[in-house]
């Protein structure tokens, strides 16, 4: 791994996967974790960053207020400085000191969806936050993520923490704390492990009008349909749907024009309608690709996979619960790198509902080479 010793400073790990999975109240593991967190958020407080688990995916964070602080974010991501970074917050009375205004729409999506996988973008209260943090935009992305672990370092640290994926940059969000020591062991202050994460895609980004209607800027769990339930309308930002074409305009969320999760081999993705002739193409696409002396990988639902042979093939779930998919997409695109994969295959599904999130970030990650059948 290129990045995997590239630092010579030594990062703090702590193990808190058991304790999270206890049951509450273990007196020992309890004593553990909360160490962990005192440990961890004296860390933050000293302008140092720190991993750790959310509901979504690891994140790093770091004091959203000090400049020294968040540079080290965009230092050890090897992020670049125009891609700002979400604020996460423990408590609602963290926010007035964070924004401007909240408007009747994006106060209703926080009661119905915080703590949860929902960043909302709102209009920045000068002198908050590190002007690295918002990259000079006039608005500021700010969540309050559904997990334990994290809430209690938030509140612990006793300051906003600016946290964006804990991967560097160009490579899939981590899922797991050995992702995060992947990519940055050597080049953080520490990482806090608490196991695997839940969703395994970055939260939703939305901005919610004042006419109520609610932009999504990047497609994640809550959906547009969940999004629907508290808003007058919903839209999704054109640049985000495939197939777009030339002249269609720059995504908004300023994160997804890059390209990200890029894996080191070839990956097109085969779309279609018909079972019959998506199973076929991706049989031949394996074939031909075996033939040519390639390490083959496959991305595929529990429906087909049995149909393919590959040197890698990894079972995205079956493709009515995209919830696995979503789950498992990283982990597999770090598994064909590992392994070696010079030409992955992945199917596609609906992109509908989660459906929308997982083939946004495939489409990334397969630089938008899509086969149609
Ligand atoms: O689930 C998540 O959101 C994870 C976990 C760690 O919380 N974080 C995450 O952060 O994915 P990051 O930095 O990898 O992605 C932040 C996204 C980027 O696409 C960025 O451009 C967008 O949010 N963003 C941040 N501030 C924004 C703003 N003021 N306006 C529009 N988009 C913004
Ligand atoms: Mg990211």
Request: glycine fraction near 10%; hydrophobic fraction near 40%.
């Amino acid at each position: 791994m290129e990045n995997k010793h590239a630092g010579d400073r030594a990062t703090k790990y702590w193990d808190v996967s058991a304790a999270e999975g206890a049951a509450s109240g273990h007196p020992t593991r309890e004593h553990d974790l909360n160490e962990a967190i005192q440990e961890a958020a004296a860390l933050l407080r000293a302008g140092e960053t720190v991993a750790f688990p959310t509901e979504t995916v690891y994140g790093l964070g770091a004091d959203a207020r000090s400049d020294e602080a968040v540079e080290r974010i965009f230092a050890a991501k090897g992020r670049p400085s125009d891609n700002p970074l979400i604020v996460h917050i423990a408590e609602l009375s963290q926010l007035d000191e964070i924004v401007l205004d909240v408007n009747d729409t994006a106060r209703r999506l926080m009661e119905a969806y915080w703590p949860g996988p929902l960043t909302l973008v709102l209009p920045v209260r000068p002198g908050a936050v590190s002007p690295r943090v918002t990259a000079g935009l006039s608005t500021v992305a700010v969540r309050m993520p559904a997990h334990d672990i994290a809430l209690r370092l938030i509140a612990a640290a006793g300051c906003p923490v600016a946290a964006p994926s804990a991967n560097r940059s160009g490579r899939p969000s981590p899922t797991l704390a050995s992702h995060v020591g992947e990519d940055l062991a050597g080049l953080i202050g520490g990482i806090v492990d608490g196991g695997p994460t839940g969703v395994g895609l970055e939260s939703t980004v939305a901005e919610a009008g004042p006419d109520g209607t609610v932009t999504v800027l990047r497609p994640g769990s809550v959906t547009a349909a969940a999004l629907a339930r508290v808003a007058a309308s919903v839209h999704t930002d054109p640049a985000l749907h495939s197939g777009r074409g030339e002249s269609s305009p720059a995504p908004r969320s300023p994160g997804m024009k890059y390209t990200h999760y890029a894996p080191r081999g070839s990956l097109r993705i085969v779309r279609g309608q018909d079972p019959g002739a998506v199973v076929a193409r991706v049989q031949a696409e394996l074939a031909a690709a075996e033939a040519r002396g390639e390490v083959t990988g496959v991305l595929a639902y529990d429906e087909h996979l049995h149909h393919y042979r590959a040197s890698i093939a990894i079972s995205l779930g079956p493709v009515g619960a995209l919830e696995n998919a979503a789950h498992r997409l990283y982990a597999g695109l770090r598994r064909f790198d590992e392994e070696g994969a010079t030409f992955m295959v992945a199917e596609a599904c609906p992109e509908e509902g989660v459906g929308l999130a997982v083939m946004n970030r495939l489409l990334k990650a397969a630089g938008d080479e899509v086969i149609d059948v």
